[in-house]
């Protein structure tokens, strides 16, 4: 049994130290060989190409070096990802407003005309406790995705943050990542898009790492594995589901910093 207090500072973990303990090291070792071995083929194979005694018109050469380019690249990019996945995640907390973060990973990002962003922002909120470089990610992380989902197309991002008082308690995962007591306030964000949907044969697998359906360069399946693991951090709770109008509904729960439960730190019995 977990006896630390809910709100004491978690140890620093890595995403690769979270993989292990989930026995998922050799899917993750697969994905990255994966994501490394398809783009070094086309570059040997350009490379051939380029060294072999063909003759070979100026357009072809600058198509082949823009192949060899686009192979380098999405090697950078999965090597880029991994680092980001096995560096311990290090969290410094400060008193956060959650409409300025939802802002933040906003700007973050490139929203395409196509897409119309209705924002629908409490103003009693009550401040949080946050990460704010890693929460800012965490958010962007899953704004982006819920933009990717819309196109082509475009549709509409909703932004609703509101007020919320536990009135019972509710744990949730194994090791407890996330407590709310009776009393508990949290602030809610809940981010509505109207694309595609995720299958449901898809949906107990989002959270995996490399686990994407995008093509090859557009996504590399860390998005949602990082923002779990950072509202886990944070005691927060982050559900992903189908909206019964179409699309899908994230919201992410996180406690205020000033509340009834911050002045008292029993753990859940
Ligand atoms: N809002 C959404 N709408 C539809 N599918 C989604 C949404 N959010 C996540 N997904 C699904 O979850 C997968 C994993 O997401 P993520 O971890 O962010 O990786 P990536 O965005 O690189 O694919 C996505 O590839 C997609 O299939
Ligand atoms: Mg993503």
């Known amino acids: 049994m977990n006896s630390a207090p809910p709100d004491s500072p978690p140890p620093a973990q890595s995403t690769l130290q979270q993989l292990e303990e989930g026995g998922a090291l050799s899917q993750f070792a697969s994905s990255i060989a ?5 783009p070094l083929s086309q570059i040997v194979l350009a490379t051939d190409l380029l060294a072999g005694p063909r003759p070979m018109t100026d357009d072809f050469r600058k198509k082949i070096i823009t192949f060899l380019r686009q192979g380098a690249e999405r090697i950078d990019k999965a090597m880029k990802s991994m680092l980001q996945t096995c560096a311990p995640i290090e969290t410094s907390m400060v008193a956060a407003d959650a409409n300025a973060l939802v802002e933040a990973a906003l700007d973050s990002l490139t929203v395409d005309a196509s897409v119309r962003v209705e924002k629908h922002f409490a103003s009693n909120l ?11 990610e965490a958010m962007a992380g899953i704004c982006a995705n819920a933009l990717d989902a819309m196109q082509p197309g475009g549709g509409t ?12 308690s509710e744990r949730e995962g194994w090791q407890r990542q996330s407590w709310f007591r009776a009393g508990d306030h949290a602030v809610v964000i809940e981010i509505a898009d109207t694309g595609h949907g995720i299958h449901k044969s898809q949906m107990p697998l989002i959270f995996e790492a490399f686990y994407t359906t995008k093509t090859a360069g557009k996504g590399a399946g860390l998005g949602l594995t990082v923002a779990k693991k950072v509202v886990d951090l944070h005691h927060g709770r982050l559900e992903i589901s189908n909206r019964p109008e179409g699309g899908v509904q994230a919201v992410l729960t996180l406690k205020s910093a000033a509340g009834p439960s911050n002045l008292d730190s029993q753990p859940l019995a």
């Open 157 to 168: 991002l909703t932004i609703t943050t509101s007020a919320k008082v536990f009135t019972s």
């Open 126 to 136: 009550s401040t949080i406790l946050i990460d704010q470089k890693h929460m800012t």
């Open 34 to 38: 994966h994501e490394v071995c398809n």
